[in-house]
C-alpha cells in the first residue's frame, strides 16, 4: 500500500506516493525525477546517494521515503541558482575535482555541509568531513583543494 508523504525537497513542497520500503533515494530517482543523487553501494558505504535532512547529512539509500513526511530534504539539484552555480561547484570544476561523476553529487552535498558547520575547516578537517563519500577517479587531493578554495571564497562572501 503506498503512503502519501508530504515535504519539502529543495526549498519547495512536494508530494509523493510511495511503498513503505521505498528508499528515499528510489523514491527521488524514480518518483519524483531527482536523478542528481547517485546510487553507488546502496548500503550506505560510499556517499554517493549524500543528501541532507533538516540540515543533517544522510545517505538517501538508507532512508525510507516515507521517513521524508514533514521534513525538509535538500539535495544537489538544490545547490545550484537557476544558472548560477554554487560556489562549490564552481570550485569543482576550476580544480577538475571531478571525472566519472558518480561521487560528485555526493561530494558537493557533503562538502556544502561541512562547510555550514566550519566555514572556516583545516585540510584534515575536509578530510574527515568528507570520509564517508568515496571517489575512484579522484585520489580525493583535487577535491580537498577545492572544497578549501570554496570555504576562502565564501568567507569573502
Same mark, same amino acid.
Given at each position: 500500500?503506498?503512503?502519501?508523504?508530504?515535504?519539502?525537497?529543495?526549498?519547495?513542497? @512536494? /508530494?509523493?506516493?510511495?511503498?513503505?520500503?521505498?528508499?528515499?533515494? *528510489? &523514491?527521488?530517482?524514480? #518518483? $519524483?525525477? +531527482?536523478?542528481?543523487?547517485? #546510487?553507488?553501494?546502496?548500503?550506505? *558505504?560510499?556517499?554517493?546517494?549524500?543528501?541532507?535532512?533538516?540540515?543533517?547529512?544522510?545517505?538517501?539509500?538508507?532512508?525510507?521515503? &516515507?521517513?521524508?513526511?514533514?521534513?525538509? @530534504?535538500?539535495?544537489?539539484?538544490?545547490?545550484?541558482?537557476?544558472?548560477?552555480?554554487? &560556489?562549490?561547484?564552481? =570550485?569543482?570544476?576550476?580544480?577538475? !575535482?571531478?571525472?566519472?561523476?558518480?561521487?560528485?553529487?555526493?561530494? +558537493? @552535498? !557533503?562538502?556544502?555541509?561541512?562547510? #555550514?558547520?566550519?566555514?572556516?575547516?583545516?585540510? #584534515?578537517? &575536509?578530510?574527515?568531513?568528507?570520509?564517508?563519500?568515496?571517489?575512484?577517479?579522484?585520489?580525493?587531493? =583535487?577535491?580537498? /583543494?577545492?572544497?578549501?578554495?570554496?570555504?576562502? /571564497? $565564501?568567507?569573502? !562572501?
Amino acid at each position: 500500500m503506498k503512503r502519501h508523504i508530504t515535504t519539502t525537497i529543495n526549498g519547495n513542497p @512536494v /508530494e509523493f506516493l510511495c511503498e513503505i520500503e521505498q528508499t528515499m533515494l *528510489d &523514491v527521488l530517482r524514480d #518518483e $519524483l525525477h +531527482l536523478t542528481g543523487t547517485k #546510487e553507488g553501494c546502496g548500503s550506505g *558505504d560510499c556517499g554517493a546517494c549524500s543528501i541532507t535532512v533538516n540540515g543533517r547529512l544522510v545517505c538517501a539509500c538508507l532512508m525510507l521515503g &516515507v521517513e521524508a513526511q514533514g521534513q525538509s @530534504v535538500d539535495t544537489i539539484e538544490g545547490m545550484a541558482n537557476g544558472e548560477h552555480l554554487h &560556489v562549490l561547484q564552481q =570550485k569543482f570544476l576550476e580544480h577538475a !575535482a571531478l571525472q566519472c561523476g558518480i561521487c560528485t553529487p555526493g561530494m +558537493l @552535498v !557533503a562538502a556544502k555541509s561541512l562547510l #555550514e558547520s566550519n566555514p572556516d575547516p583545516t585540510e #584534515e578537517q &575536509v578530510r574527515f568531513g568528507l570520509a564517508g563519500n568515496l571517489c575512484r577517479c579522484t585520489g580525493y587531493n =583535487k577535491i580537498v /583543494e577545492a572544497v578549501l578554495a570554496a570555504a576562502v /571564497e $565564501l568567507r569573502r !562572501a
